[in-house]
Structure formats: structure tokens, C-alpha cells
């Protein structure tokens, strides 16, 4: 009995080891069951060390036995704690990192239109599909040029040959 006592320190603290390489769900589980088997083999050094009475009577209320089985239990249950926590699957609850935001979009100077003759209306198309290009909003720029196209089809082909709405076409 008298290696007892060191043998059980040394098994607590080699329980210890693998819980620096782990991540830290595991890493609690692991020192949860070490604990555990630490208060366990310290109720079994406990009442290994105890004076035993001369008198069965005169046992206190919790005999002998039931404390080194007290901790014979604390030390089977931490051991398996401290198994399952290893080889299970732990969850770590911190959350993600959260993806970098884009840059800024740097803002770019609008073509000038051409400068021909053409109607109100043609020169407002011509303005709105400019503006959504420059938004990068091509579907707008589709449907602007498709209706300058029609009221207008050589002032349409300026805008487009300009490079007013080139990043779209």
C-alpha cells in the first residue's frame, strides 16, 4: 500500500498530457474526468491511511469500505469521462470567422455622351443606361439601350461604339 498513493498521483497527472493537444471541448471533458479521478483516489488514500477501530461498534456512520467504494466508483466514472470525452466527437461552440467584406467599390467617371442631335427622351435613355452601367446593373442598361434602339437607332449605336455602357456590352 505504500506505492499507492504515488502511482495514483502519477495516473492523474498522465491523464492531463493528452488535454494540451486537443481542442478545448475535449479539452474540459478530459480535466472533468481527471477530477473526477482525482477525488477518487483521493477517498482511496484516504481510507487506506485511516486508523481502523479496535471495535466494529464503534465505526462511524459511513464505514470503512463504503468510502474506498465511494472512491473506487469517483475513479471509474472519471475514467470513462475522461475516455469518452477523448475519443468523442466535441463540438467547439465558437463561431466562425466571418469572411472579409469586400472592397470598396471604387467609383468610376461616366463617358460622356455623344454629342449628336436627338430627341428628350433619347437623351434620358441615354443618361439612365450610362448611370446603370456605371452600377454594374446590366438588365437596366438591356432594357435602356433596347428602347433608344427603337425611338433612336443611330444615336443608340453612338452610345454603344462611345463606350458609354461598356462595362455592360
Do not use: W
Amino acid at each position: 500500500m505504500t506505492y499507492f498513493p504515488r502511482i495514483a498521483v502519477f495516473a492523474v497527472l498522465v491523464s492531463f498530457v493528452p488535454a494540451c493537444t486537443t481542442t478545448a471541448g475535449k479539452r474540459a471533458a478530459l480535466a472533468a474526468g481527471a477530477m473526477l479521478a482525482a477525488g477518487g483516489t483521493g477517498l482511496i488514500v484516504y481510507e487506506a491511511t485511516r486508523d481502523k477501530p479496535d471495535n466494529p461498534l464503534e465505526e462511524d456512520f459511513i464505514g470503512h469500505g463504503m468510502v474506498a467504494l465511494a472512491g473506487l466508483s469517483l475513479l471509474l466514472l472519471g475514467g470513462v469521462v475522461a475516455v469518452a470525452g477523448a475519443a468523442g466527437e466535441v463540438r467547439d461552440t465558437a463561431p466562425a470567422a466571418a469572411p472579409p467584406p469586400p472592397p470598396p467599390v471604387v467609383p468610376r467617371q461616366a463617358r460622356p455622351l455623344p454629342e449628336r442631335a436627338t430627341d428628350a427622351r433619347s437623351l434620358q435613355l441615354a443618361k439612365q443606361a450610362r448611370a446603370a452601367a456605371l452600377h454594374f446593373e446590366c438588365a437596366a442598361v438591356n432594357i435602356a439601350i433596347d428602347e433608344l434602339e427603337d425611338r433612336d437607332p443611330g444615336y443608340a449605336d453612338a452610345v454603344i461604339a462611345g463606350g458609354v455602357v461598356a462595362p455592360c456590352r
